[in-house]
């Protein structure tokens, strides 16, 4: 099993642009997230969905979009970046679901997101 | 707001003594779960504890959770310098239907 895949690991954007950071999962998880770490600090949960067609905001949604076509894979969107979202972008699967909310959380490597 | 506040930011120690490091959060909790992260990697889960358990235990980890403080507290015990990471609890809110919520973490180093 690979677990959770990210990609890319590392992006550079100029302000404006756009891009979409790639999450899959191979361990048939109902529940994905997406969180954003600064330096020095914790996790800020963005997205998440807890199966596909469902997806909610998290603590700090504005400026990304997700959707959830498959259980598998949960993208992150993001608009029109800015320098404010550079940050290390964190996918996360569970097996908790819609109607289970307790479950670790199994977490990618990260994406490296630069935006100058 | 962040739920959970670990203290200290951070500790630094000999391999072999114990370290230990506590979380606050501020809501009633389903559970409360605690992450290492390694540098520039992903974070990795070392244990989960429900809000009715008090202790709980895992190797060479200890983690006990006091509900009514609200404070919960990892132990790490004769501690290896590949211990060396950042140290992250979660708690799970009773009103946030699975959302877990980070700290900040406790940067620990541990010296050969």
């Known amino acids: 099993n690979a677990g959770v895949t990210q990609t890319p690991k590392f992006q550079v954007l100029k302000t404006g642009q756009s891009m979409t950071l790639q999450c899959a999962q191979d361990?048939?998880?109902?529940?994905m997230s997406w969180y954003r770490q600064d330096p020095g600090m914790g996790l800020r949960l963005i997205h998440y969905s807890v199966g596909a067609g469902i997806t909610d905001q998290g603590e700090v949604p504005n400026g990304y979009n997700v959707s959830r076509s498959t259980t598998e894979d949960f993208p992150l969107r993001l608009l029109s970046a800015a320098p404010s979202q550079t940050s290390v972008y964190f996918c996360?699967?569970?097996?908790?679901?819609?109607?289970?909310?307790?479950?670790?959380?199994?977490f990618g490597e990260g994406s490296r997101l630069t935006v100058l | 707001s962040q739920q959970g506040e670990e203290d200290p930011q951070a500790l630094s120690i000999q391999e072999g003594e114990n370290a230990t490091m506590n979380c606050s959060y501020k809501?009633?909790?389903?559970?409360l779960q605690w992450y290492r992260q390694n540098s520039g990697r992903g974070l990795v889960h070392l244990i989960l504890?429900?809000?009715?358990?008090r202790e709980k235990h895992s190797g060479r980890l200890r983690v006990t959770l006091d509900t009514s403080k609200k404070s919960s507290s990892l132990l790490i015990t004769a501690s290896r310098a590949a211990d060396t990471a950042s140290y992250f609890c979660?708690?799970?809110?009773?009103?946030?239907?699975?959302?877990?919520?980070f700290g900040d973490g406790t940067t620990l180093t541990v010296k050969p």
């Open positions: 361990m048939n998880h109902e529940y």
């Open positions: 809501t009633s909790i389903n559970n």
């Open positions: 996360a699967s569970s097996s908790r679901g819609q109607f289970a909310n307790t479950g670790e959380l199994f």
């Open positions: 504890i429900r809000s009715n358990e």
């Open positions: 979660a708690t799970d809110a009773r009103t946030n239907a699975g959302k877990s919520t």
